[in-house]
Nanobody
């Protein structure tokens, strides 16, 4: 089982990036997994940024990213996306993809992709 993030990089404040998370090797159909994006900034704890249920609902964005970030998924491609707009220096972090099936399923994590927002 693998979750592989991509799309990170250096961007200027106010810019946009789109992160992708490609899933492979899952035992069940990918649409049955809830997915999330987390991030961890240097010296800080990992925080939940954007969750999405298996049904495609996503309402519990972190307050710091509301109205700027959007999570989406393409189950046919087994890929999760995070569209990030109006980026700020405080968005600088390693962004991680997460997947879990149901309340008691195994938790899966990607290795992360670094996003740096700086002029």
């Amino acid at each position: 089982v693998q979750l592989v993030e991509s799309g990170g990089g250096l961007v200027q404040p106010g810019g946009s990036l789109r992160l992708s998370c490609a899933a492979s090797g899952f035992s069940f159909t990918f649409s049955s997994y809830a997915v999330r994006w987390y991030r961890q900034a240097p010296g800080k704890e990992r925080e939940l940024v954007a969750p999405m249920t298996s049904a495609g609902g996503s309402t519990d964005y972190a307050d710091s990213v509301k109205d700027r970030f959007t999570i989406s998924r393409d189950n046919a491609k087994k890929t999760v996306y995070l569209q990030m707009n109006s980026l700020k220096p405080e968005d600088t972090a390693v962004y991680y993809c997460y997947a879990r099936r149901g309340m008691y399923g195994t938790e899966y994590w990607g290795k992360g992709t670094l996003v740096t927002v700086s002029s």
